[in-house]
């Protein structure tokens, strides 16, 4: 119950902010790109879309809504109230990887890329995984600048090998890399195990740390301990 409220929470306020009206623009121009560019190009340009903009949402935005969030001092309510740091990043992830659903869904439909299933799974583990990257570095920050400076070698870690993965550029090995894992499933390629395990282990070490993270912010917030 305290979950479902905290994730209902934050889809309005995301809403509220404008979150939901830019990426209803930003999908009608890519839509309108897909659709203008040669069919040979349209899949991979689709891939290249979904995995650098919805799955990756939390990356972009975690910054700006944790920004907000200290500004209105809402932290503050967070850090004595029952509401547990896991709950808090759970709510996140799931309200930022819904928004991320709904976008590559709309541009996997429009490039007619095969593999629905695998893509939208995709999207959700890469979402999940850009989402508590966000966290971690947005509860450590104090301006958007900061932000955008310390997420740029995240960035560089996740979307340039990935990016070459999908035109065959690196060497095989590096398909186990897990943004390669996940650009393999936002491709609509069914993933090894032992990639897919690569992944999972990724994101729960993320939680982990994003967890202790929180809780540090909210021990600063808090004050001193007895």
Sequence with gaps: MRLRSLFLLDMRFQAKYGFYFLYAV???IYVIILLAIPESWRENAAVIL??????AMGL?????????????HTPC???VSPIRAEEYIIAKTASLS??????????????????????LLGTVISSVICTLCGIIIAVKIRSLNQFILWT???????????????FKVTPAWLRYYP??????MVSGHVPSVAGFLGVIAVTAI?????????????????????
Excluded at 60 to 72: P, S, T, W
Excluded at 179 to 184: F, Q, S, Y
Excluded at 216 to 225: H, L, S
Aim: glycine share 6%.
């Design 26 to 28: 930003l999908t009608g």
């Design 50 to 55: 979904i995995f650098s903009d919805p799955a």
């Design 60 to 72: 972009f935005f975690m910054g700006a809504i944790v920004l907000l969030e200290k500004n209105q």
């Design 77 to 79: 309510a967070y850090a």
């Design 98 to 119: 819904t928004v991320s659903l709904a976008v590559a869904a709309i541009l996997a439909i429009d490039a007619n890329v095969d593999g629905l299933c695998v893509i």
């Design 152 to 166: 740029a070698p995240v960035e560089a870690v996740c979307f340039v090998p990935a990016i070459l993965h999908l």
């Design 179 to 184: 943004a390669n894992v996940c650009m393999d």
């Design 206 to 226: 993320l939680f982990i740390f994003s967890r202790r993270c929180v809780l540090k912010m909210w021990d600063r917030i808090g004050g001193v301990k007895l």
